[in-house]
Every structure is written in C-alpha cells, then in structure tokens.
C-alpha cells in the first residue's frame, strides 16, 4: 500500500506564489506517472499537470507558463510550483500517482485559495 501526503497550499494574494508538495511512502517498487488534479466547489475534478517516468510533463491550458511540475525520485516527491497565481487558481489539489505496476494511489487534498 501506498500513502500519499499532500503540503503547501494555503491562502495567497492574486498574482503570488505558492509550492505544493506531495510525498509518496509505503511499499513502494516503482512510481510510474505523477499528477496533480484539482476540484473547485460545484466543479468536475481537472488534470492540471502531469509528469512521467522520463520527466515530460504536460500541463492543462490554462495553467501553462504559470505551473511548473516536477519530481524526486529519491524522495518519492512530486512538486507543483504555482506562480502568478488568480481567483480561478483556487480549488483543493490532489496528488495522483500510478505505482507498482498499475495501481492508482490519491492523496486527501490540500486547499489552495487566492484571495485579496
């Protein structure tokens, strides 16, 4: 089994910055891809960002140029740093990661609000 842990979110002004954190622990023998999703109120949950094994990344439209995914293996770590953050921006994040051969593993969420 496999735990994800997700960190960083919190309230920041239009036009801040915030890193989110997702760390991976358990019984882990590989982690394939990484994801970051997001769901605001009364909205579909969205893939955001994603990153493979070989570190191509992909992002969603309207976060590219702002967004930036990136992993640790050592640390079975995904980050997302979000820059020039806006209103649109707030929603709870979620970690998603495909390991051990298949088997999809979530984290629990953490909220991000951009807020004056």
């Known amino acids: 089994q496999v735990q994800l842990v997700e960190s960083g979110g919190g309230l920041v002004q239009p036009g801040g910055s915030l890193r989110l954190s997702c760390a991976a622990s358990?019984?882990?023998?590989?982690?394939?891809?990484w994801g970051w999703y997001r769901q605001a109120p009364g909205k579909q949950r969205e893939l955001v960002a994603i990153?493979?094994?070989?570190?191509?990344?992909n992002y969603v439209h309207s976060v590219k140029g702002r967004f930036t995914i990136s992993r640790d293996n050592a640390k079975n770590t995904v980050y997302l740093q979000m820059n020039d953050l806006n209103p649109e921006d707030t929603a709870t994040y979620y970690c998603?990661?495909?390991?051990?051969?298949?088997?999809?593993?979530w984290g629990q969420g953490t909220q991000v609000t951009v807020s004056s």
């Open positions: 358990g019984i882990i023998l590989s982690i394939n891809n």
């Open positions: 990153i493979d094994n070989g570190g191509i990344t």
């Open positions: 998603k990661c495909v390991a051990n051969w298949g088997h999809v593993y």
